[in-house]
């Protein structure tokens, strides 16, 4: 029978080395599982051999790409969590996901994540390096699993809520297209129009010497401008652009976006369900892992995008360290959450199953936006079209009205 040196780490994060006679690696891991210990290196001995250390990652970055997908993460965590649910050691594990990812970055950074695994590094601490690949909730769900012997089963989780962002995505990309090829065409055919068509009719105007209405003088104004200071214009629109995206970086900025969204009359319930849905399935995740409730709350206001949310989540955990129950705390913002979400919490911390109730109503919401997002098509469009009609109607009045006048003063 082989004899393997292994190290390992508790469950505390200490690292502990040995050997043991056994059939195979899967076993070792296996047999340090029922020991509460976690398998990161095994190296098979022979007679009269020293142990060998497993060479390391030895990739440089290389800056070129840099974008890894939701699906490529959402992929590396599922097998990761097969993987270790098989026996494997993290760094058998991870070696093999490196070797599988198309992404040349994602590999390096799986590389230099096995690396610091090999060096006695916990898991979690070495997702944290990569704070642009793994967000926080990743790194902190890790940390649970891993200090509560659940790492495969966190791992599920994580998949499967990553799997249900790709989804939602998915859907809303695929119901904006057409709306959006519809308004870049519409922008574009306006542009030609102001450019191309509006100063011949205005010389015909000027040559009529009549009265114009102001819709008719707008337009030739804007036609004028668009012809003779394009350039003017042009940088005009991207100073908008940039003072725009500066201003999403600032604190009261994006607070100000964020609440306009929630009060649009199509995004704005999509928006509050999304978000509400993944409030409610992440912290009854966390609930779940045994995660203190002001812990999860910090964790899950990291997460969401929206700031309404992670304002209302950070503040309710400050309450609740105070001892105030969770839906009192929710209470003051309840205009941000649908009506259901702080009743059932209000259930579920009467009956003791926060956490149970919480993913039900992320399992209520994630239905809800499905069937909102399955839609969300045939609700721009017809929107879509009474605003281009509005705007073509103008168009044509503005432009024909001085010659009905010239041809009733005939």
């Known amino acids: 029978m082989p004899l393997y040196s292994y190290t390992a780490k508790t469950a505390d994060g200490q690292t502990k080395t040995g050997t043991k006679e056994i059939a195979s690696e899967i076993e070792l891991a296996h047999w340090l ?16 051999q020293t142990t ?20 490529e993460k959402m992929m590396f965590t599922q097998n990761l969590a097969v993987m270790i649910g098989a026996g494997l050691p993290f760094n058998r594990a991870l070696d093999a996901l490196g070797a599988q990812t198309k992404n040349k970055y994602f590999t390096q950074v799986i590389g230099q994540v096995n690396e610091s695994v090999r060096k006695g590094t916990m898991l979690g601490d070495a997702l944290a390096k990569f ?4 967000n926080e909730l990743f790194v902190n769900m890790v940390k649970v699993g891993e200090a509560s012997g659940s790492l495969e089963k966190v791992l599920k989780i994580l998949a499967f809520q990553m799997k249900k962002d790709s989804e939602l995505l998915s859907r809303v ?15 574009g055919i306006g ?26 003088r707008t337009i030739m104004a804007v036609s004028n401008f668009l012809s ?26 994006r607070h100000y976006f964020d609440w306009t969204i929630l009060r649009l009359p199509i995004f704005g319930p999509i928006s509050q369900k999304i978000n509400a849905g993944r409030f409610a399935l992440t912290l009854g995740s966390l609930i779940e892992s045994a995660v203190p409730i002001v812990q999860g709350l910090n964790i899950v206001a990291g997460t969401l995008t929206n700031t309404c949310f992670s304002t209302s989540l950070k503040a309710a955990a400050e309450a609740v360290q105070r001892g105030l129950p969770l839906s009192q705390c929710l209470s003051p913002y309840a205009n941000f959450y649908p ?36 839609g969300l ?6 929107v879509l079209m009474v605003v281009i009609g509005i705007a073509v109607g103008f168009f044509a009045i503005a432009m024909l009205q001085p010659m009905y006048s010239l041809m009733e003063g005939m």
């Open 33 to 48: 599982r029922q020991e509460n210990l976690f398998l990161t290196s095994a190296q098979e001995q022979e007679l009269g």
């Open 52 to 71: 060998k250390k497993t060479p390391g990652w030895r990739r440089s970055f290389s800056f070129s790409l840099k974008h890894i997908s939701l699906v």
């Open 131 to 134: 704070p642009k690949v793994f």
């Open 173 to 187: 990309r695929g119901a904006l297209i057409y709306p959006s090829v519809i308004v870049v065409a519409m922008f």
């Open 191 to 216: 542009i030609l129009m102001m450019i191309m068509v509006v100063p011949k009719l205005s010389q015909v105007f000027k040559e009529m010497k009549t009265d114009l209405p102001l819709s008719t």
């Open 228 to 253: 003779q200071h394009w350039l003017i214009g042009l940088l005009l629109v991207l100073a908008v652009i940039i003072a725009g995206r500066f201003a999403l970086k600032t604190k009261p900025g």
């Open 339 to 374: 009506p259901m979400v702080i009743q059932m919490i209000e259930v579920g911390e009467e009956t003791g199953a926060l956490g149970e109730v919480l993913k039900r109503l992320s399992d209520f919401y994630e239905e809800e936006v499905t069937n909102i997002t399955k």
């Open 377 to 382: 098509a045939a609700i721009i469009e017809p």
